[in-house]
């Protein structure tokens, strides 16, 4: 198996939404979970997105986890590998955004998390969530990272050694020549990396041609989108033309939600769907002090679960959030947190579930590794950005799991992925 195209994604969510851009856009598309195993088999695919959990740990870790990843795609054919981070640009001054950019690159690296079709554009380097620029739009709140500067070249540089430059949206309109020449002329001037301008598809499309040309890139689905036209359109004989989508057959079994996102998109959809299903609200407070929260939601779970789909959430609105972080810290807080909603997952599995829809990006990746799935093959689009995934390479039977980025899906988010989760 050739990789036409390698990603390194820094967390699950991020990785199934790439995988579902690519997948959509003409390239047989496998998610792994890590580096996998050599004894389990990949599909034939054109590209591979490895997921790691890699957004909120120390730098350093990052680097050397995304340096191994990227070397992996590398020995498999990958000459381009995409570095997925988060639409919203999740990230702090200590990283990871940076650090793991220059890590990959070998010289000026084109860097965008615009993704138009769920809303964030970026214009003059400042980056847009609908019609707020990032540090008034709900992630200025945001758990683990709150975004207070929508000035992405500040932002990229104050995590980044290296300096940061800007293609505007007057060089990206002009087409792949323009921004090529504009690449060359910030690494002549000896910039590191360029934040890149787009706001319509056809600009991703423009950036993702002249990316191709490159080592690495680092951008969200937006950026995957145009890549995966540029290579479509470059090899249209080596590439099937039918996308996997049609991969994922019924899995059968219980229904279950969990929900660690205290986004406001997901604080919605859970106050939608309490309107059809039981919902447990954990409380977090209780959750830190021990078991017997844990033990009591899986009981209270389990009594209901054969009847039909229940959803257990730790999700609480800022201020909660704030309070219980200023008692036991930003990331004890998120981490015991993602170990109770995992613990409480694997349960649900060990009681049945199959088709499990979790939300927020570390707590899809703490309950991922929990199940100990090693890879994903990608199936129909349940919202821009969360694509059904179907497991390959686990112990206990094939799964469903719908991995929800916070921000992403409407109000019926939970009732509209389990209708196509069967
Ligand atoms: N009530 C709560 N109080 C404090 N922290 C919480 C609470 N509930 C959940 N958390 C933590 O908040 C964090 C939410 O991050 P997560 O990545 O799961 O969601 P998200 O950021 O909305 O999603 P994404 O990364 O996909 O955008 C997790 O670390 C989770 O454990
Ligand atoms: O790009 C996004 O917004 C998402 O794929 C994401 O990274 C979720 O954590």
């Keep these: 198996m050739a990789i ?3 990603s390194i994604a820094d967390d699950y969510t991020g990785a199934s939404d790439l995988a579902n851009t690519l997948t959509k856009n003409g390239l047989r598309t496998v998610q792994t979970v890590g580096i996998p ?3 389990l088999a990949l599909p034939d695919v054109d590209a591979v997105v490895i997921a790691l959990k890699i957004r909120s740990v120390a730098a350093a870790e990052a680097v050397t986890s995304a340096t191994v990843a990227d070397r992996w795609l590398r020995q498999r054919g990958a000459s381009h590998v995409l570095y997925k981070i988060c639409s919203t640009f999740d990230s702090t001054d200590a990283g990871n955004i940076g650090p793991v950019t220059e890590a990959l690159s ?3 690296t084109l860097v965008t998390p ?3 079709e769920t809303g964030r554009t970026v214009y003059l380097g400042h980056l ?3 019609e707020q620029p990032l540090n008034e739009s709900p992630l200025k709140d945001h758990p683990l990272n709150p975004m207070h500067d929508s000035n992405l070249v500040r932002v990229l540089a104050r995590q980044s050694r290296g300096t940061v430059g800007l293609i505007d949206l007057v060089t990206v309109a002009a087409g792949p020549e323009a921004v090529k020449a504009r690449l060359d002329s910030l690494q002549a001037q000896g910039f590191t990396a360029a934040i890149a301008d787009a706001i319509f598809e056809h600009d991703l499309e423009t950036l993702g041609a002249v990316a191709l040309q490159t080592r690495a890139s680092t951008g969200a689905s937006g950026l ?6 540029a290579l479509v359109r470059s090899r249209p004989t080596a590439l099937r033309t039918e996308a996997a989508a049609g991969a994922v057959g019924p899995v059968g079994g219980l229904a279950a939600i969990v929900a660690g996102s205290c986004s406001k998109a997901t604080l919605q959809q859970i106050a939608v769907a309490e309107q059809t299903m039981p919902v447990l609200r954990l409380d977090p407070e209780k959750l830190l002090a021990g078991s017997d929260e844990i033990n009591a939601a899986i009981s209270w779970a389990g009594d209901r679960i054969s009847a039909g789909p229940v959803i257990v959430a730790a999700s609480a609105p800022p201020e909660t959030v704030a309070r219980l972080q200023s008692q036991y810290g930003r990331e004890a807080s998120g981490h015991a947190i993602e170990t109770a909603t995992s613990t409480i997952a694997a349960e649900l599995v060990t009681r049945g579930v ?5 939300a927020g990006g570390e707590t899809s990746g703490a309950a991922v590794d929990r199940l100990g799935i090693p890879a994903f093959l990608i199936g129909p689009e349940i919202a821009p950005g969360v694509p059904v995934l179907r497991t390959i390479g686990t112990t206990h039977g094939d799964m469903l ?3 929800k980025s916070g921000n992403f899906g409407g109000e019926d988010f939970f009732a509209a992925a389990l209708a196509k989760m069967h």
């Design 354 to 358: 199959r088709r499990l829809v979790v």
């Design 4 to 6: 036409l195209l390698g």
């Design 401 to 403: 799991l719908a991995l």
């Design 37 to 39: 195993d050599s004894a």
């Design 106 to 108: 070998d010289g000026l």
């Design 224 to 229: 995957g989108l145009g890549l995966a036209r």
């Design 128 to 130: 847009f969530v609908g």
């Design 114 to 116: 615009a993704f138009p």
